[in-house]
């Protein structure tokens, strides 16, 4: 239980990794020069990242023999909902690695739209059930 929550942690604080690295543009500390400099690897790969540890926590609460509460079908709606969003990101991340720019899964392709609001809806409804 104790490496589930861990890897929820991780996951959030991964999650955050974007948002510090916004503000380390706007406040261009030199402290963070090395951080700043691989601005698009982290928008790609931290999405990622963060998405992989939740999945990996909702799976290892669903498969845990005494899960608090016994609320089964919430973990594996919850796994199924990550499991959803680490697809989308991993897309994001291949066409990092292939053509060196981060280009959100909306504008990867032409349907990309349609398709991320399919997976954001679908991967949303899973973590709210």
């Not at 963060?50 to 909702?58: D, E, G, S, T």
């Not at 989308?88 to 349609?114: I, K, P």
């Amino acid at each position: 239980m104790k490496a589930a929550a861990g890897l929820a942690v991780a996951g959030a604080a991964t999650a955050l990794l974007p948002k510090f690295l916004a503000l380390g543009y706007l406040a261009q500390p030199q402290s963070l020069s090395f951080f700043l400099s691989r601005g698009p690897a982290v928008t790609a790969f931290a999405p990622l990242a963060a998405a992989a540890l939740l999945f990996a926590f909702c799976l290892a609460f669903l498969l845990h023999p005494q899960r608090p509460g016994g609320r089964k079908g919430a973990f594996a709606a919850g796994a199924a909902g990550w499991l959803l969003m680490t697809a989308a990101h991993a897309l994001v991340a291949a066409n990092y690695l292939a053509s060196g720019q981060a280009v959100w899964l909306s504008r990867l392709f032409g349907g990309g739209t349609a398709v991320f609001l399919a997976v954001s809806t679908a991967s949303f409804l899973c973590l709210a059930w």
